[in-house]
Each structure stands twice: as structure tokens, then as C-alpha cells.
């Protein structure tokens, strides 16, 4: 258990703690670990409102938090939620976990989980990394991380920028935290490794999943509940220790090693809303909350409130990078502070039709395949829009999109709803396009069971002949184009009727 003082000096240091949990059974079970405490950012004991833990591997669930040295003691504790079902949960056993003011000292006794039927119990290993860190170490981390080095803080490497602007950044921002988000850089998702296909670490399709496990062993944990276990009191401190109001604590939540942050949002106007800098004069704000605190004023979408949902929708034909681009684009937007999902329709198809569809089922004149794409895709819309309901601001939609007609569908059932961007990927660049052709049979779960790799090749290939005889280039709505752009001759944007805070942010990013 790592221990240390936290002291803040001229500039405020801050608390990095890395949470995770191991236990391989949580998946085969369905159900998502999730943290709640004492904390306003961790649902101040309100379960309704415990953050997810992110799946950093079959059985291993990270959540990363930053909190200012001055915080006061945060009291938390695991509970355990079925996928796409955030109304129950089972509360794990014994006491609190604190992480005290003053000390990085967090307990890392097992979390055990108790159900009430031949289930038993769970146990779930518990690893917590704290580390103290500088308002740059957020930011020179990714970058050690890029250059395959080891990074200073562990599960809080996607944040960078580049030397000129790191240094500038250095000079000017214990007065001035002006972070040049222009600079950051946002790593690729894993991909090309044959290890990680990118549109499995997707959204889970939740209209078509089955929590995988009886309700009964499920609880309601609404504020009320009887079950002792299941809901720590509102205003806790087992300790009676005093549980903050939600304006009276800040801290950055980061998403694992993504590190996604999750703002607290500060009540005070400590943060110009007018520009990307923050108010050099504020007094309030804590001397500097990471790298990442500039990414506070990115959180600010300006114009009507239907605007602030954003569907990113991708088109193209197969092997166009449209998922790796979704991929990236998610964890650019995460980090800006957005809460940001990817859709990959092709999961939800494969969950419903199998993998083992062969080229016949993309045909266009398939009347049953084009209707049975659609149907998939229409839940994965549905999936989108619900979840933004709930509260979720950018979805990427991830599929060929390749019609007009599709995209209609798509643009009807978002009517009122969100605002659609359509990003087309094109390529032409023959070279590009054979290389991505193979990776995708070596990488897509579509081929997994196609032992014969030229043969799934040709099967690809075919597959998408088909899409290229009814493609229709977007020629509607608001649209950004990326022709070319990895074929080393530069390559283009088209842009049409972009506006707005955040899509001039995706626009750049792209
Ligand atoms: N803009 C792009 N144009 C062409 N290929 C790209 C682009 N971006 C990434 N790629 C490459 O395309 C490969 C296939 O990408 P993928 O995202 O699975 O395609 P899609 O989702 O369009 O079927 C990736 O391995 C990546 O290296
Ligand atoms: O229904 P459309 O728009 O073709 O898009 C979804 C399809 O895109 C595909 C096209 O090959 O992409 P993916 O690479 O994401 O798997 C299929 O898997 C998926 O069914």
C-alpha cells in the first residue's frame, strides 16, 4: 500500500489514484463494477449515480481519478451493476474505504459482493496505484507514453502535446494555465496488432444483451431500500464523517488509461467561456487541475440544448477506417471532458445474424440482407439515442451508412433528438486499400472462424464489390469528407454546413 504526503507547494499537486478490480467471472456474469462514495463526483452514496468502471481487459476494470491535495476525505466503495440495467446493484461487504486527506493510504482488501442465491459470493481482487503529481505530469505522461517509454502517470497517458507547446505550457501555467489544446495529441487506437479489434471495445449492444444473470440475485438499491447492504446512507460517514455538498469539492475524474476525464464542473466562473483559456486571474481555481483541466472549457457546448447532442455518423465502404477513426475520435472527445460513445453496428449485427455471414448477405439487391443490416442498425440507433437521454452527449454511429436511404432512416429517427454530422471516409489509394483489406480479415471476429486466409480475402473482397455498386457519397446535411488521408499525398477535407463549438473541435481533430 503506497503511502505518501501530499503536499502542494507553490503549484497544488494532485492525487492520481488508479482503481482497478480483477475477477474473470464479472463478465461471464454481466455485470459491471462501478464505484460510489462520499465524493459529489462519486454520486455522494447515490448508487443511481456510481461511475462505471471501464473494462481494461476480460476480467481487469480500472476507473482513474485526479483529486486536488486539498480534498477532504473521500469514503467509497465497490458495487456491482448489471450491463445496461443501472437500477440494481449489490453493495459490496464490510466497511468503507477512505482515501484520507493528507495521505495517498487507500485499503486494498478484496471486495467481496454477496448474492443471495446458489451464486454465493464474489470476490474481486483490488489494486489501487496513487501517485502525486504536478500539473504537467498529466501531460508529459502520454507523451513518455508515446515515445514507448514508461509514462509518469501510469493510466493517464492519453493527454500530450508536443515539446514547443509543453514548454510554453510549462512557462505560463502556474498563472496563466493556458493549455494550448491544439497541441494535444490523441494516440491511435490499438490497433494493427492483431490483438485488439477496435469495434469490439465498442458499446455492448444493450437492445439485443440478456444480463447473463438471474434478477434475483439482482437488488433494487433506490434510495429506501431495506437490504442493509445494498445502499449506504445518504448523508454517510459510517465515521459520521461529513459528506460534501456538490458544489464544495472539485476533482477530475479520468476513464482509465484512456484517460477520459469527467469534470465536476466547477459552480464558480473560473473558466472563460469565450475562448479555450482559462481566466488567468482566478483566484479559485486550484493552482492547476492537470493537463487536463483545460479540457473544462472544451466541455462547453454553446447553442440551444437539442444542439448539445451530437451523432456523429460515419459512412464508407468497408476497409475505410471508419472504425479506427470512431475509435479515435471517441477518445479525443472523452477527453475533452464529452461524454462520448462508439456504436459499431457491425457488433450488433454479428450478435443477431452470426459471424459467419458470407459476402451474399452485404448483397444490395439481398432484399432479407439489406433489411436484416437495417434492422441492426436501427437498434444501434435506438441504443444511441436512449443512452443520450440518459445524459450522454456525443454518439459515433459506426457503419457503412453507405445509402442515402439508410442515412435517411438515420436522420428521421434523430429528428428532434440530436443534430447529425455525417463524416465520410474515402480512399483511393489502392496500396492502402489491399492493407486494409487484410487486416480487416485478420482482425474482424466476421473471419475468425475462416481458416483459410485467402479465402476470407476474396470473401472481403466480394463483400465489397457490392458496396461499391449502391454507394452513395454523402451529398446531404452537415458532412465532413476525409479523402485520402492516409495515402502519404496529403490527402483532404470537404466541409459542409459545419457549425458550432464542437464540431469546429472535431473538424480540427480530424
Ligand atoms: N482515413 C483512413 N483511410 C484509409 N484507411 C484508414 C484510415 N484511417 C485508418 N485506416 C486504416 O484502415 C484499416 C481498417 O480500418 P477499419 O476502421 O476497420 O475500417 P472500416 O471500419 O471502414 O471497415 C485500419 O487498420 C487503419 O490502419
Ligand atoms: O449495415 P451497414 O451500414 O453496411 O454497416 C454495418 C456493416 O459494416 C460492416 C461492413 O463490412 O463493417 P464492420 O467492419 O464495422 O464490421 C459490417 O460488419 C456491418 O454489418
Known amino acids: 500500500m503506497a503511502t505518501a504526503a501530499v503536499s502542494s507547494g507553490g503549484i497544488s499537486d494532485q492525487l492520481f ?16 463494477p462501478h464505484v460510489f462514495g462520499s465524493h459529489p463526483v462519486a454520486g455522494s452514496w447515490d448508487s443511481s ?4 468502471m471501464e473494462q481494461e481487459e476480460a476480467a481487469v476494470w480500472g476507473l482513474s481519478c485526479v483529486v486536488p491535495s486539498h480534498h477532504e476525505t473521500l469514503d467509497f466503495k465497490f458495487l456491482l451493476k448489471p ?5 440494481q446493484c449489490i453493495v459490496e461487504e464490510g466497511p468503507d474505504r477512505s482515501l484520507v486527506c493528507g495521505s495517498s493510504e487507500v485499503e486494498t482488501r478484496n471486495a467481496l459482493f454477496k448474492f443471495d442465491d446458489e451464486l454465493g459470493a464474489v470476490e474481486c481482487k483490488v489494486f489501487v496505484e496513487t501517485e502525486i503529481l504536478s500539473p504537467f505530469d498529466l501531460a508529459a505522461s502520454w ?10 502517470v501510469r493510466g493517464a497517458h492519453d493527454v500530450s502535446m508536443n515539446a514547443e507547446s509543453e514548454s510554453r505550457a510549462k512557462n505560463g501555467f502556474a498563472s496563466g494555465l493556458e493549455l494550448d489544446l491544439e497541441k494535444y495529441v490523441v494516440p491511435t487506437p490499438n490497433m494493427g496488432s492483431g490483438v485488439v479489434y477496435a469495434a469490439n471495445l465498442t458499446e455492448n449492444p444493450r437492445s439485443l444483451l440478456t444480463t447473463g444473470i438471474s434478477s434475483n440475485i439482482l437488488h433494487n438499491s433506490i434510495k429506501g431500500d431495506a437490504s442493509p447492504n445494498l445502499y449506504a446512507s445518504a448523508n454517510k460517514g459510517a465515521d459520521g464523517r461529513h459528506v460534501p455538498p456538490q458544489e464544495e469539492q472539485r476533482a477530475i475524474f479520468v476513464d482509465r488509461g484512456v484517460g477520459s476525464p469527467k469534470f465536476a464542473r466547477p459552480t464558480n466562473e473560473t473558466i472563460s467561456m469565450s475562448n479555450a483559456k482559462f481566466d488567468s486571474e482566478a483566484k479559485d481555481m486550484p493552482a ?17 440544448k437539442e444542439d448539445r447532442k451530437l451523432a456523429i455518423v460515419l459512412v464508407g465502404l468497408p476497409a475505410r477506417g471508419k472504425t479506427f477513426t470512431a475509435a479515435k475520435l471517441t477518445r479525443y472527445l472523452r477527453w475533452l471532458g464529452h461524454e462520448t460513445k462508439h456504436f459499431n453496428v457491425g457488433k450488433y449485427r454479428r450478435l443477431k445474424h452470426g459471424i459467419n455471414q458470407t459476402a451474399d448477405f452485404f448483397r444490395g439487391d439481398n432484399k432479407e440482407g439489406v433489411e436484416a443490416r437495417n434492422e441492426v442498425a436501427a437498434l444501434a440507433m435506438e441504443d444511441m439515442l436512449s443512452w443520450m437521454q440518459e445524459g450522454g452527449q456525443v454518439g459515433i454511429f459506426d457503419a457503412t451508412n ?5 442515412r435517411n432512416m438515420l436522420m428521421k429517427m434523430a429528428e428532434g433528438k440530436c443534430k447529425i454530422i455525417f463524416l465520410e471516409t474515402i480512399c483511393n489509394d489502392k496500396d492502402v486499400l489491399e492493407r486494409n483489406m487484410r487486416l480487416k480479415v485478420q482482425q474482424s471476429p466476421d473471419y475468425a472462424e475462416q481458416t483459410d486466409f485467402e479465402a476470407g480475402v476474396r470473401d472481403f473482397k466480394e463483400r465489397l464489390a457490392y458496396y461499391e455498386k449502391v454507394y452513395e457519397p ?4 452537415s458532412y465532413v469528407k476525409m479523402i485520402d488521408m492516409v495515402s502519404g499525398s496529403g490527402g483532404q477535407l470537404q466541409i459542409n454546413d459545419i457549425s458550432g463549438y464542437l464540431p469546429g473541435r472535431i473538424v480540427f481533430f480530424l
Open 17 to 32: 489514484v488508479s482503481i482497478k478490480l480483477e475477477c474473470p467471472r464479472l463478465d461471464e456474469l454481466g455485470l459491471v
Open 83 to 87: 450491463k445496461g440495467n443501472s437500477s
Open 49 to 52: 449515480k456510481a461511475l462505471p
Open 474 to 477: 454523402v451529398e446531404e446535411g
Open 143 to 152: 507523451k513518455a507514453h508515446q515515445e514507448h517509454l514508461q509514462p509518469r
Open 402 to 406: 453507405s445509402t442515402r436511404s439508410r
Open 288 to 304: 492547476a487541475e492537470g493537463a487536463v483541466a483545460a479540457a473544462a472549457v472544451a466541455d462547453q457546448m454553446y447553442g440551444p
